[in-house]
Every structure is written in C-alpha cells, then in structure tokens.
C-alpha cells in the first residue's frame, strides 16, 4: 500500500511554469509505473504523463515537448515540469501509482492558466 501526496498546483499566466510534486509514503524504486493524469471540469480523467521504474516515458500528445515527468527512485517523490503552459492545460492533476497491481491516487492539485 502507498499514500501519494501532490503538491505544486497553483494560478499562473498562459505560457508560464509549474513544477508538480507527488510525494510517495514509501521509497518509489519498487513501483513499477507512475503516472500523472488530470480532470478538467465537466471531462474525464485523461493521461497527462507515464514514467516506469526504469524511466520509461510516454506523454499525450497534447503536453509532448512541455511537461516532462521525472522520478527520484532513490527517494520518494515524482515531478512533472510543465513550461508553456495554455488555458486548456487547467484541470486537477492527479498523481497514480500502479504497485502490484493495485491503482493508488493522491488526492490532485489544482493547476488554472490565465489567458
């Protein structure tokens, strides 16, 4: 079992930064994936960013060369970069861990981008 804490979300102007932060109550080295997801208002959940153990990566098509996801396996927190930001980036972002096969979630942290 893991707690996922995130951390970082915030209001910032359309082409502005943030840096997500997903804090792990465990070292992460043994989770086989991670992953960030957001949920805009009146969408569903939708996969911003994937990481394996070994650092693997897969991105939406729509934050591809943008955000960049990163882990720190010898500690026990995850990030996610995101430059560039645009008004349709706003949502919660939610930050997944899959440890044996079981789903975890934190409980997201808001990102809104001013036009």
Do not use: H
Request: proline share 2%.
């Amino acid at each position: 079992q893991v707690q996922l804490v995130e951390s970082g979300g915030g209001l910032v102007q359309a082409g502005g930064s943030l840096r997500l932060s997903c804090a792990a109550s465990k070292t992460i080295f043994r989770i086989n994936r991670m992953g960030w997801y957001r949920q805009a208002p009146g969408k569903q959940r939708e996969l911003v960013a994937i990481i394996t153990s070994v650092g693997g990566t897969n991105y939406a098509s729509s934050v591809k060369g943008r955000f960049t996801i990163s882990r720190d396996n010898a500690g026990n927190t995850m990030y996610l970069q995101m430059n560039s930001l645009k008004p349709e980036d706003t949502a919660v972002y939610y930050c997944n861990a899959l440890l044996v096969g079981i789903d975890y979630w934190g409980q997201g942290t808001q990102v809104t981008v001013s036009s």
